[in-house]
Nanobody, 118 residues
Framework: QVQPVESGGGLVQAGGSLRLSCAASGRVFRGYTMGWYRQAPGKQRELVASITFGGSTNYADSVKGRFIISRDSAENTVSLQMNSLKPEDTAVYYC????????????WGQGTQVTVSS
């Protein structure tokens, strides 16, 4: 069972930037559409960005123009560059591979906490 490992979270002031990374043992991301999700306290987990194997990206309206998802050529990591952060971006961020219906393919990892102060 694949379990992604997320890193790069932290505390940042509003307007700042963070870069999240996701990795797993082996080239398990290859061929899959990958996504970054987030879950804020008291809210459901939501998909904020996705990237296909071919590099096509999609973003939730709330992060469009501020976040950039990418994947490296070796297909071993997926990143999320987060710019112009807002307090409402505060959440635990997770990555996962997406099934065709956009639900997660694997068990959730630990996630990485992002806290944006105003």
């Amino acid at each position: 069972q694949v379990q992604p490992v997320e890193s790069g979270g932290g505390l940042v002031q509003a307007g700042g930037s963070l870069r999240l990374s996701c990795a797993a043992s082996g080239r398990v991301f290859r061929g899959y559409t990958m996504g970054w999700y987030r879950q804020a306290p008291g809210k459901q987990r939501e998909l904020v960005a996705s990237i296909t194997f071919g590099g096509s990206t999609n973003y939730a309206d709330s992060v469009k123009g501020r976040f950039i998802i990418s994947r490296d050529s070796a297909e071993n990591t997926v990143s999320l560059q987060m710019n112009s952060l807002k307090p409402e971006d505060t959440a635990v961020y997770y990555c996962n591979a997406l099934l065709p219906n956009l639900t997660p393919r694997w068990a959730w990892g630990q996630g990485t906490q992002v806290t944006v102060s105003s």
